[in-house]
Nanobody, 122 residues
Framework: QVQLVESGGGSVQAGGSLRLSCVAS???????MGWFRQAPGKEREGVAH????????YYADSVKGRFTISQDNAKKTVYLQMNSLKPEDSAMYYC????????????????WGQGTQVTVSS
């Protein structure tokens, strides 16, 4: 069982920055940690995730070059630094812990945080 608690959301103008934090009750080396978002009327989508075995980070095309996922294992905290925010980045952001499969892919769906709202105004 992994518990996740996000923080750091808020309202910002376009071009601004926010840093989301996710404190996990545990982070395992054979796991993945990621950030997803869901805007009203849209499906939840992956934003960024990190393979804890290889330490490789992956990003959605829409956020590449603007968002950075990082992790502090001592603090059991995953961060999402969001720069150059756009109105289309507005959504509820969720932290997730996933299982790392043998082929390096991640399986999500079991552990989610409660979400933190990000609103970007133009």
């Amino acid at each position: 069982q992994v518990q996740l608690v996000e923080s750091g959301g808020g309202s910002v103008q376009a071009g601004g920055s926010l840093r989301l934090s996710c404190v996990a009750s545990a982070i395992y080396s054979n796991s993945c940690m990621g950030w997803f978002r869901q805007a009203p009327g849209k499906e939840r989508e992956g934003v960024a995730h990190r393979d804890n075995f290889s330490s490789i980070a992956y990003y959605a095309d829409s956020v590449k070059g603007r968002f950075t996922i990082s992790q502090d294992n001592a603090k059991k905290t995953v961060y999402l630094q969001m720069n150059s925010l756009k109105p289309e980045d507005s959504a509820m952001y969720y932290c997730a812990a996933g299982f790392r499969l043998y082929d390096g892919t991640c399986r999500w769906g079991t552990y989610w945080g409660q979400g933190t709202q990000v609103t970007v105004s133009s």
